[in-house]
């Protein structure tokens, strides 16, 4: 069975074919389905679906029947007929309701006048347009089409209905004409007729005078003689005399519960009563709330104004000037309004204050707007509550941005979200109770729903045949799962996808491509970024519309404007993206942000450090969707290769090292040509960074070995200086000094011969460093007085700092001030926390630990050693776990603590075996110190010394100093 009216759906044997890859395939298939029995020259097919193809179109057609017979499978011969000259579907071989709406509409034209069945399933059948959601030229000429025969059926129906005396299936079947075909005019009249046979002649004026209005709008020309005799008799029917009668408000009741927007709708009533604003404008995307806060808002204004407020529906009122129509139908005026409709309004409403609501306006656009200004400016009294996905752009307009419901739970108790879920569940006949097995899911389903409203309603519904968790699971396909069959519902709000549909449909073209274009950002967006995506230089009309619309948020900060959409905009963005077009997004979105990164390789060592990585921290997850896309089947690796290899100096500092070395490890494990390109040399030497502060040692130094070797083929002397001396700081971390002093030593010759005064300092304080380490303290001295030098020319925050970190170790060897040490490494502490390099940070805080506790203060040294074994775990970094482990020890036994000691140090021990690596040398002493002391005072009560205890554990047991 094919089911071609509505949405494209195909069940052979009452299984459903599999989705379609691409909706070119899907349309080949439909059009040959609709001409099931005649068969379609090749030619004539890739004619009409590949127009544009250098050859014809004959490739792309044969990759799609293909397509089609693989999906089609076992029934495939069954079911297809082709050749090499055309293709087809053979008769009978599938039933199709578009097969089946033409035989009833055949009968209903056979001689003897038309059926009453017949002429009834037609108008049932295609009561969806024909494959909704495609827009190829031949759906459309035949959606056209089949509509006019609906529209036909509609009518000939409407007389049936009436000449039995059934007028409100009359009215039905004649406005059903009207909806596609408002210039009919005998579809106007047969309602006019209906309405009068029904006693409702008010009604029946009211319509006339909209046909009449109608036609001389847009036709130019009055209602034909046949009509205007009819409109003679309703006016003696009358009395010759038409009543305008105000009728009471007729706000809609609120059939459920509202939840949260305390202080917009507070702000809403305060601008209305107090501000005496005459215009509010609720904005908001679409299933966000925007109709359902209006009426509560109608609700609690009819008090104060003693009940003088009125629902005005703008969903279904096509053009913008019938608003004062529909205004007037609202407050119940039903007979023919005076030839000025804003005179009426006013003569109805009098001079009381008034509020009218109007739901809907965003399709109607500047008219809309222009029309409603004159109403303001035309009736005094009245005051205005719209709704709308897009500001009305009115002199006087207060725009109140309606936000998603919140999703954090608050003192007061659950978030509104999952207030409305619960709340939701009980009308589906689910009740979930407070603090039941369901509830986790509930409150992470409402978050990744991120609080719309609507889509949480619609999961709520699916509560009838899934769990709370089916739908968690489940969520990705949120477009196909969150559908509602509630009749009452708006055809818009039966889906979430047909919500947004709606929204990107009031777009101009090239702000539906700049929505689609914005999917492969994430977390925010810049201007210029999308600039780059779209290729175009002056993108602010665009994302100024897509603003006005909703369906992107801008927000300001320091550095400038910033845009948003939430993820749900996102991925419905994604979902609707033709896949070339989207690869061309993908691709020169990772070229902007390799632009980006190759910036702040050049500016991040010296005084912008800070401002560049606060760049880098905002785009991070911009930077890891260029980073995805490269890996993906289509992307390209040597791009993805080049952009980790910018990131080494922010990645050492700010990011998960684990996450870091996955994608660098990714993109060399990808095929590449010159393996002494640029961007491999810098890709391994990442690696090797992060790899090192990972606690990996091995990969590090292969990685670090291979990256070097490709300075040297290249010639590059800056990355060779840089390359030797992290060889060199790699040997002094894992404790071989030797191999330290030999790279760190070539790396300052080589450094000689560069400008940049960053690598010489760099090369010059490791070298000093692991001259520390190795005892001559004069020649560390020396070159950290040297690097110093040169760090200041540089200006980098982050070399400033190590030199402070290198001279309060300097004093931990030699001089013993521990004063000296502490004021060092809080300056280093503070200096690496200034540019958030949290790993060099931990070891400084290691310092003020070992200083504290030495200054008699353990309490202070077990909170600097907790600290940095907090932001260890955090990163990832286990390379100094030892250390951190022995600090906290030595400050417990300090404290008399002597189990929580002597159980921490057999936790360090067994951490230095795991990693390999032995201590550094200037923390080895307190090591050794703290465990002689313990073995001085004996060993502590029980089994503590053998008690095995983690790192968890002590982070979650032991936030304190032990006492």
Same mark, same amino acid.
């Given at each position: 069975m094919?089911?071609?009216?509505?949405?494209l759906?195909?069940?052979?044997g009452?299984?459903?074919?599999?989705?379609?890859?691409?909706?070119?395939?899907?349309?080949?298939?439909?059009?040959?389905?609709?001409?099931?029995?005649?068969?379609?020259?090749?030619?004539?097919?890739?004619?009409?679906?590949?127009?544009?193809?250098?050859?014809?179109g004959?490739?792309?057609?044969?990759?799609?029947?293909?397509?089609?017979?693989?999906?089609?499978?076992?029934?495939?011969?069954?079911?297809?007929?082709?050749?090499?000259?055309?293709?087809?579907?053979?008769?009978?071989?599938?039933?199709?309701?578009?097969?089946?709406?033409?035989?009833?509409?055949?009968?209903?034209r056979?001689?003897?006048?038309?059926?009453?069945?017949?002429?009834?399933?037609?108008?049932?059948?295609?009561?969806?347009?024909?494959?909704?959601?495609?827009?190829?030229?031949?759906?459309?000429?035949?959606?056209?089409?089949?509509?006019?025969?609906?529209?036909?059926?509609?009518?000939?129906?409407?007389?049936?209905?009436?000449?039995?005396?059934?007028?409100?299936?009359?009215?039905?079947?004649?406005?059903l004409?009207?909806?596609?075909?408002?210039?009919?005019?005998?579809?106007?009249?047969?309602?006019?007729?209906?309405?009068?046979?029904s006693g409702?002649?008010?009604?029946?004026?009211?319509?006339?005078?909209?046909?009449?209005?109608?036609?001389?709008?847009?036709?130019?020309?009055?209602?034909?003689?046949?009509?205007?005799?009819?409109?003679?008799?309703?006016?003696d029917?009358?009395?010759?005399?038409?009543?305008?009668?105000?009728?009471?408000?007729?706000l809609?009741?609120?059939?459920?519960r509202?939840?949260?927007?305390?202080?917009?709708?507070?702000?809403?009533?305060?601008?209305?009563?107090?501000?005496?604003r005459?215009?509010?404008t609720?904005?908001?995307?679409?299933?966000?709330?925007?109709?359902?806060?209006?009426?509560?808002?109608?609700?609690?204004?009819?008090?104060?104004?003693?009940?003088?407020?009125?629902?005005?529906?703008?969903?279904?009122?096509?053009?913008?000037?019938?608003?004062?129509?529909?205004?007037?139908f609202?407050?119940?005026?039903?007979?023919?309004?005076?030839r000025?409709?804003?005179q009426?309004?006013?003569?109805?409403?009098?001079?009381?204050?008034?509020?009218?609501?109007?739901?809907?306006?965003?399709?109607?656009?500047?008219?809309?707007?222009?029309?409603?200004?004159?109403?303001?400016?035309r009736?005094?009294?009245v005051?205005?509550?719209?709704?709308?996905?897009?500001?009305?752009?009115?002199?006087?307009?207060?725009?109140?941005?309606?936000?998603p419901?919140?999703?954090?739970?608050?003192?007061?108790?659950?978030?509104?979200?999952?207030?409305?879920?619960?709340?939701?569940?009980?009308?589906?006949?689910?009740?979930?109770?407070?603090?039941?097995?369901?509830l986790?899911?509930a409150?992470?389903?409402?978050?990744?729903?991120?609080?719309?409203?609507?889509?949480?309603?619609?999961?709520?519904?699916?509560?009838?045949?899934?769990?709370?968790?089916?739908?968690?699971?489940?969520?990705?396909?949120?477009f196909?799962?969150?559908?509602?069959?509630?009749?009452?519902?708006?055809?818009?709000?039966?889906?979430?996808?047909?919500?947004?549909?709606?929204?990107?449909?009031?777009?101009?073209?090239?702000?539906?491509?700049?929505?689609?274009?914005?999917?492969?950002?994430?977390?925010?967006?810049?201007?210029?970024?999308?600039?780059?995506?779209?290729?175009?230089?002056?993108?602010?009309?665009?994302?100024?519309?897509?603003?006005?619309?909703?369906?992107?948020?801008r927000?300001?900060?320091?550095?400038?404007?910033?845009?948003?959409?939430?993820?749900?905009?996102?991925?419905?963005?994604?979902?609707?993206?033709?896949?070339?077009?989207?690869?061309?997004?993908?691709?020169?979105?990772?070229?902007?942000?390799?632009?980006?990164?190759?910036?702040?390789?050049?500016?991040?060592?010296?005084?912008?450090?800070?401002?560049?990585?606060?760049?880098?921290?905002?785009?991070?997850?911009?930077?890891?969707?260029?980073?995805?896309?490269?890996?993906?089947?289509?992307?390209?690796?040597?791009?993805?290769?080049?952009?980790?290899?910018?990131?080494?100096?922010?990645?050492?500092?700010?990011?998960?090292?684990?996450?870091?070395k996955?994608?660098?490890?990714?993109?060399?494990?990808?095929?590449?040509?010159?393996?002494?390109?640029?961007?491999?040399?810098?890709?391994r030497?990442?690696?090797?960074?992060?790899?090192m502060?990972?606690?990996d040692?091995?990969?590090?130094?292969?990685?670090?070995?291979?990256?070097?070797?490709?300075?040297?083929?290249?010639?590059?002397?800056?990355?060779?200086?840089?390359?030797?001396?992290?060889?060199?700081?790699?040997?002094?971390?894992?404790?071989?000094?030797?191999?330290?002093?030999?790279?760190?030593?070539?790396?300052?010759e080589?450094?000689?011969?560069?400008?940049?005064?960053?690598?010489?300092?760099?090369?010059?304080?490791?070298?000093g460093?692991? =001259?520390? &380490? /190795?005892?001559?303290?004069?020649? !560390?001295? #020396? $070159?950290?007085?040297?690097? @110093?030098?040169?760090?200041?020319r *540089?200006?980098?925050?982050?070399?400033?700092?190590?030199?402070?970190?290198?001279?309060?170790?300097?004093?931990?060897?030699?001089?013993?001030?521990?004063?000296?040490?502490?004021?060092?490494?809080?300056?280093?502490?503070l200096?690496?926390?200034?540019?958030?390099?949290?790993?060099?940070?931990?070891?400084?805080?290691?310092?003020?630990?070992?200083?504290?506790?030495?200054?008699?203060?353990?309490?202070?040294?077990?909170?600097?050693?907790?600290?940095?074994?907090h932001?260890?775990?955090?990163?990832?970094?286990?390379?100094?776990?030892?250390v951190a482990?022995?600090?906290?020890?030595?400050?417990?036994?300090?404290?008399?603590?002597?189990?929580?000691?002597? =159980?921490? &140090? /057999?936790?360090?021990d067994?951490? !230095?075996? #795991? $990693?390999?690596?032995?201590? @550094?040398?200037?923390?080895?002493? *307190?090591c050794?110190?703290?465990?002689?002391?313990?073995?001085?005072?004996?060993?502590?009560?029980?089994?503590?010394s053998?008690?095995?205890?983690?790192?968890?554990?002590?982070?979650?047991?032991?936030?304190?100093?032990?006492?």
């Amino acid at each position: 069975m094919v089911r071609m009216f509505g949405t494209l759906s195909v069940t052979i044997g009452g299984e459903p074919v599999a989705a379609w890859r691409t909706r070119k395939t899907a349309s080949l298939f439909a059009y040959l389905a609709y001409r099931a029995g005649r068969t379609v020259p090749r030619e004539v097919l890739a004619d009409l679906f590949w127009p544009e193809a250098p050859d014809g179109g004959r490739n792309s057609l044969s990759v799609a029947l293909s397509t089609i017979r693989e999906l089609l499978g076992e029934h495939a011969s069954t079911i297809l007929k082709w050749d090499r000259v055309s293709v087809g579907i053979l008769a009978d071989a599938l039933a199709t309701d578009v097969a089946e709406f033409h035989g009833h509409w055949q009968r209903a034209r056979a001689p003897g006048g038309p059926c009453l069945e017949d002429l009834e399933a037609c108008v049932r059948l295609a009561a969806e347009p024909l494959l909704d959601g495609f827009y190829d030229e031949w759906v459309l000429l035949e959606r056209d089409v089949l509509a006019a025969h609906r529209a036909e059926a509609a009518l000939a129906l409407a007389r049936i209905y009436l000449d039995r005396g059934d007028t409100e299936l009359a009215v039905e079947m004649a406005r059903l004409v009207l909806a596609t075909d408002e210039l009919n005019e005998d579809a106007h009249r047969l309602v006019v007729l209906a309405l009068k046979r029904s006693g409702n002649i008010a009604a029946a004026l009211h319509q006339y005078a909209l046909m009449e209005r109608i036609l001389q709008t847009e036709l130019k020309t009055p209602p034909s003689e046949t009509s205007a005799s009819l409109k003679r008799e309703l006016e003696d029917e009358a009395g010759g005399r038409l009543k305008d009668l105000l009728a009471p408000s007729n706000l809609p009741s609120g059939l459920t519960r509202f939840f949260g927007r305390k202080e917009e709708t507070a702000t809403v009533e305060a601008q209305l009563l107090q501000q005496r604003r005459r215009l509010v404008t609720l904005i908001g995307p679409g299933g966000i709330g925007k109709t359902r806060m209006a009426v509560e808002i109608a609700h609690r204004m009819a008090k104060p104004l003693a009940g003088r407020v009125w629902w005005v529906p703008m969903g279904g009122v096509d053009r913008a000037e019938l608003l004062p129509d529909r205004v007037l139908f609202a407050l119940g005026v039903t007979q023919q309004p005076p030839r000025d409709p804003f005179q009426a309004i006013g003569l109805v409403l009098g001079s009381r204050p008034a509020l009218l609501v109007l739901d809907g306006l965003e399709h109607h656009g500047l008219d809309g707007a222009l029309i409603l200004r004159t109403l303001l400016e035309r009736v005094g009294c009245v005051a205005c509550l719209c709704t709308s996905r897009s500001a009305l752009q009115l002199q006087g307009e207060c725009r109140i941005q309606v936000p998603p419901l919140g999703v954090e739970d608050g003192d007061e108790g659950p978030s509104p979200s999952l207030e409305l879920f619960l709340d939701r569940c009980e009308l589906a006949g689910s009740r979930l109770e407070l603090g039941g097995p369901d509830l986790g899911d509930a409150r992470a389903l409402c978050r990744v729903l991120e609080g719309i409203p609507l889509a949480i309603e619609l999961a709520a519904s699916r509560l009838t045949d899934l769990t709370v968790g089916d739908l968690l699971q489940r969520i990705e396909d949120r477009f196909g799962l969150l559908e509602s069959d509630e009749l009452d519902r708006a055809e818009r709000h039966r889906s979430l996808a047909a919500t947004l549909e709606w929204s990107i449909q009031l777009l101009s073209p090239p702000a539906r491509r700049a929505f689609g274009a914005l999917c492969v950002f994430r977390n925010g967006f810049d201007a210029e970024a999308v600039g780059a995506v779209l290729g175009d230089p002056s993108p602010g009309p665009v994302l100024s519309e897509l603003v006005r619309h909703s369906l992107v948020e801008r927000r300001e900060s320091p550095s400038g404007a910033r845009y948003a959409m939430l993820d749900t905009m996102r991925e419905f963005a994604l979902r609707r993206a033709e896949p070339h077009e989207l690869h061309g997004f993908a691709h020169r979105h990772a070229i902007h942000f390799e632009r980006l990164a190759e910036q702040c390789h050049r500016h991040a060592r010296g005084q912008d450090q800070a401002r560049w990585f606060e760049m880098l921290d905002t785009e991070s997850d911009n930077l890891n969707a260029a980073l995805d896309w490269c890996l993906g089947d289509k992307g390209d690796p040597e791009l993805g290769r080049s952009i980790v290899g910018y990131l080494h100096h922010y990645w050492m500092f700010r990011r998960s090292f684990s996450l870091s070395k996955l994608y660098a490890q990714r993109l060399l494990e990808c095929p590449f040509g010159d393996l002494a390109s640029d961007a491999v040399g810098r890709c391994r030497f990442t690696l090797s960074g992060v790899a090192m502060y990972g606690g990996d040692a091995a990969t590090a130094l292969e990685a670090g070995t291979r990256s070097t070797a490709v300075w040297r083929e290249l010639g590059d002397s800056w990355w060779l200086g840089y390359s030797v001396a992290w060889e060199g700081v790699m040997g002094f971390l894992i404790g071989d000094l030797a191999r330290a002093t030999t790279f760190l030593q070539e790396a300052v010759e080589i450094s000689r011969e560069v400008s940049d005064p960053w690598v010489r300092s760099y090369a010059r304080l490791h070298l000093g460093f692991v =001259c520390l &380490l /190795a005892g001559d303290a004069s020649q !560390a001295a #020396r $070159l950290t007085a040297e690097g @110093l030098v040169e760090a200041r020319r *540089a200006g980098d925050g982050w070399l400033l700092a190590y030199a402070e970190f290198i001279a309060s170790a300097l004093e931990t060897a030699t001089g013993r001030d521990w004063s000296v040490v502490a004021g060092s490494a809080e300056r280093a502490h503070l200096g690496f926390d200034a540019i958030k390099d949290q790993w060099c940070a931990a070891w400084a805080l290691n310092l003020r630990g070992l200083a504290a506790c030495r200054q008699g203060d353990p309490d202070s040294g077990w909170r600097f050693h907790l600290e940095s074994l907090h932001r260890r775990s955090d990163m990832g970094d286990w390379s100094g776990v030892p250390v951190a482990l022995d600090g906290l020890a030595d400050a417990a036994e300090r404290l008399d603590a002597l189990e929580v000691a002597s =159980c921490i &140090l /057999a936790a360090s021990d067994e951490w !230095a075996l #795991r $990693l390999g690596v032995p201590r @550094l040398p200037i923390f080895q002493p *307190a090591c050794d110190d703290v465990r002689a002391r313990i073995q001085a005072r004996g060993d502590p009560p029980g089994q503590g010394s053998t008690r095995r205890v983690t790192v968890e554990e002590i982070l979650a047991s032991w936030d304190r100093p032990p006492v």
